[in-house]
């Protein structure tokens, strides 16, 4: 799911309807479909695929993974363990939420050359550094297929580097997530 879960409810939906904000998400398909189901945050997930299968795998210390996409997502490993729901792309830069700065849809959206995006990601990773201090930062979403135009305009202290499941890793990641939830 495109924001934070709770308890199997979505409890902010910033990139969907507002109506889904607060819904039990995981009763009402479970109710729709006759099958047991289970949710999750779409970046937890695809940070879950990465580290199990992908460009996190063995990495220990802190790793945050960042989707970059119609928004911004984000998943926060300390010593290989997820801290769930982290929503990087909510603080505030410039005076407007990161994601509407640096997304790869505003990149789209403002026709912004990969030089002007990369200035805009130098700041929200700056940020991003600031705040977490991580030893490794692995981008996602579908642009990291492109990560050899941004990436090497960016200069951070932490090793920065493109997702190797790509888009693919939350549907990986959701796949990991729904199997730990049914073995308990």
Not at 156 to 171: C, S, T, V
Request: glycine share 14%.
């Amino acid at each position: 799911m495109p924001g934070p879960v709770k308890g199997g409810v979505l409890m902010l939906a910033n990139n969907l309807d507002r109506g889904w904000s607060g819904l039990r998400v995981d009763r009402m398909l479970s109710r729709a479909t006759g099958c047991r189901t289970f949710v999750v945050n779409d970046a937890d997930a695809a940070g879950m695929a990465e580290m199990k299968f992908g460009a996190g795998k063995g990495k220990n210390g802190t790793v945050v993974l960042v989707t970059l996409g119609t928004g911004i997502g984000s998943s926060l490993f300390i010593s290989g363990l997820l801290v769930p729901n982290t929503e990087l792309g909510q603080f505030e830069l410039r005076g407007k939420r990161a994601e509407l700065r640096a997304s790869a849809a505003i990149r789209k959206q403002r026709k912004l050359s990969w030089g002007k995006w990369a200035a805009r990601l130098q700041e929200y990773f700056d940020m991003v550094e600031l705040l977490l201090w991580p030893d490794l930062i692995i981008v996602g979403g579908g642009v990291s297929r492109r990560a050899d135009r941004f990436i090497p305009k960016l200069r951070l202290r932490a090793r920065i580097i493109p997702a190797r499941l790509k888009n693919e890793a939350g549907l990986i990641g959701a796949a990991l997530h729904a199997a730990g939830e049914a073995r308990r």
